[in-house]
């Protein structure tokens, strides 16, 4: 056991200011009704030795933790009459043989509060922490009154006391209060609504803000360090304190995630408070004095406390936050329908990284691109399948998007890279003269592209011009100068490159025309919509014939019925792809698909 007669001592480590700074906030951070773990032990202890049947541990911000030995009177509600609480902040020992007695407190009752038990003995210990700091005091009451106390319980008290002010801070960092913020964690936050339920509550508002998605904030703490990170979410928890009605508690639920229980009923929310909420978080912060905003999210759900233990209320309320985040409105309240469906995403990723580590789910599927001019097919598009073994079929548009959000992207692309490149080698070995496309995401346009292609093209001996590149338009208007770049060393291996679903991003034509592109892919959205409306066929024509007067080779994809291959016919097309060739089919069976291939069908006639 560590002493402190001496009044200070000093510790590696806990020195100074920043455990006077710990303790201040503990002290703002602890109200009453909140439980430290460990204090229970050390009161009981303090209880028993001392056979007194109510302990209390007051802090020196005033609030107090309570412990009743007492059978008979559990849960009586508590509070210290103030001059005792002033008395022990004197920092000595402190003994009221009979508190009716006694002048110095002019015969006022020890607690005060509705109907408390009527006591007659006081003694207090000062508490201090490991680093000699005062933090507060224990005390032990009883009923009757006592002769003071001997040595030995003096001891006995002094021993509590000590252990108490041990356990006081690493109880709360252990058990209650992120070493960071100094807000109380995830775990004091279940505790406060299981004390809650105890009290007879049975509905909770929660709140739950969210300050970055999580693999974003990864990113950050990455490039800007985690001191910067630390007082960031001290500054923002500043700024959702500052709008929390009074007497409400903030806790921090995760690196980047804050949660509270807030007064008053489910029942109506108050759309303005919340957006103030939302708008204090968009201000830019000004953070160690580099200047940064965040994207919050602010979810809110109305919690049965009853049903407590069976759920997780938390990540309930963080699915809506984390909808919020990319809703204009910033804030929203937990819907069912939005939970499943994060729910399902979550559980399609994990699958998914699964799935790209043994590849025996995973498979290319290859949909030929004909050339107008000659009818042949001059290359393929790789197209990725997976076949989940409870879920069936995964449709691209769905795991698509995941991979990318998820983080998987580069490995799915390497894998496609590594099997479409294997194929085409083995197809070129075989005597298919082909060209083979492959998708690719806005996460694989980084400087290393260029490396991987070299490196795979290298390894199945298959020639770099025989290969293209398919990026949406979507993905090349989000990034810009950075990608011109790396595309035009593309380019310069020898690789095409097609700007993919043209006509979905809204840019205009001659935006393109500075990527270093060589084809352009029409979106089949216009495409397929050609059989029932002239105007999309208008739109169609103008843009092949647009395309064409930049320089690039024309392809319309999704040419699904002879009637729409008929009329891209005479358009400034160069390429079609779509049902009404082929779909997209398993490896085996191309070869057996080109042998059957009529060019004749295909083929532009002259004239
Ligand atoms: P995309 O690159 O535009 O590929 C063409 C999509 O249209 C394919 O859908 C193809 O099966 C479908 N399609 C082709 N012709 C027709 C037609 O005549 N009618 C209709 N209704 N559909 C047709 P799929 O395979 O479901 O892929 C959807 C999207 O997923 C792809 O669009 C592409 O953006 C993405 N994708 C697929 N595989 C990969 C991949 O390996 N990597 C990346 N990054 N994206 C991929
Ligand atoms: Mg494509
Ligand atoms: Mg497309």
């Known amino acids: 056991m560590i002493g402190h007669e001496s009044g200070s001592m000093d510790l590696p480590g806990a020195s100074g200011s920043g455990v006077d700074d710990t303790l201040s906030r503990l002290g703002d951070v602890l109200g009453d009704g909140f439980a430290v773990p460990g204090f229970d032990a050390v009161a009981r202890l303090a209880a028993h030795s001392l056979h007194v049947p109510l302990v209390c541990l007051v802090l020196a911000s005033g609030s107090a933790l309570w412990f009743s030995a007492d059978a008979h009177r559990p849960d009586a509600p508590h509070a210290l009459h103030p001059r005792y609480i002033e008395a022990t902040r004197q920092g000595q020992t402190q003994v009221v043989a009979d508190i009716e007695a006694d002048p110095r407190f002019g015969g006022a009752p ?12 006081f003694a207090s210990e000062p508490v ?35 252990l108490a002010g041990t356990g006081l801070l690493l109880g709360s960092y252990v058990g209650r209060t992120d070493p960071v913020t100094l807000l109380p964690h995830r775990n004091a936050f279940f505790e406060d609504l299981r004390a809650r339920r105890r009290g007879g509550e049975h509905r909770a508002w929660l709140i739950a803000v969210d300050v970055a998605p999580v693999s974003r904030f990864g990113a950050f703490i990455r490039a800007m360090g985690h001191a910067y990170a630390d007082e960031l979410m001290r500054d923002v928890a500043a700024r959702v304190q500052v709008w929390m009605p009074e007497h409400t508690h903030l806790y921090q639920v995760g690196t980047s995630r804050f949660a509270a229980i807030l007064p008053g009923s489910p029942d109506t929310i108050d759309a303005t408070r919340m957006d103030e909420l939302v708008h204090r978080l968009r201000q830019p912060f000004d953070c160690l004095g580099i200047p940064l905003s965040i994207q919050p999210g602010v979810g809110l759900l109305s919690l049965d406390i009853d049903e407590l233990d069976g759920g997780d209320p938390l990540r309930l309320v963080m699915s809506a936050s984390h909808a919020a985040q990319r809703s204009v409105q910033g804030w929203a309240v937990y819907e069912p329908s939005d939970d499943e469906r994060q729910r399902q995403e979550f559980f399609l990723v994990t699958e998914l990284a699964a799935a790209l580590n043994d590849h025996t789910e995973l498979d290319l599927h290859y949909q030929p691109r004909v050339d107008l001019a000659t009818g042949r097919c001059v290359a393929v598009e790789a197209l990725a399948r997976w076949q989940h073994p409870t879920q069936g079929a995964i449709a691209p548009d769905r795991f698509i998007g995941l991979a990318e959000k998820a983080g998987l992207m580069r490995s799915l692309t390497g894998w496609v890279l590594d099997r479409g490149l294997a194929q085409l080698g083995a197809w070129q070995r075989a005597g298919l003269d082909l060209k083979l496309s492959i998708n690719v995401s806005s996460s694989d346009l980084a400087g290393e592209l260029v490396d991987r292609l070299r490196e795979a093209a290298q390894r199945h001996a298959v020639a770099l011009e025989a290969l293209e590149l398919e990026v949406t338009e979507g993905t090349l208007l989000e990034h810009c100068d950075a990608t011109r770049q790396i595309l035009a060393s593309i380019r310069a291996l020898g690789v095409g490159i097609a700007i993919d679903d043209f006509g979905t991003g809204y840019s205009n034509l001659a935006s393109m025309r500075d990527m270093p592109a060589t084809s352009l892919k029409i979106d089949q959205s216009f495409v397929r919509a050609m059989d029932a409306s002239p105007h999309d066929g208008a739109i169609v024509r103008s843009m092949a014939a647009l395309a064409r007067g930049l320089g690039f080779r024309v392809v319309v994809e999704g040419v699904e019925t002879a009637a729409i291959f008929a009329s891209v016919l005479d358009m400034a097309c ?34």
Not at 110 to 121: E, S
Not at 133 to 160: F, I, K, T, W
Not at 576 to 600: F, K, S
């Open 110 to 121: 020890l607690l005060t509060g509705p109907g408390p038990a009527r006591m007659r003995f």
């Open 574 to 607: 160069d390429e079609v792809q779509g049902y009404h060739v082929a779909r997209p089919m398993a490896a085996a069976e191309l070869p057996g698909w080109l042998a059957r291939h009529d060019a004749m069908r295909f083929r532009r006639r002259a004239g």
């Open 128 to 162: 201090y922490t490991l680093a000699g700091q005062h933090v507060g005091a224990l005390c032990v009451m009883d009923y009757s009154p006592r002769d003071g106390l001997n040595e030995d319980e003096r001891a006995d008290l002094r021993d509590a006391a000590r």
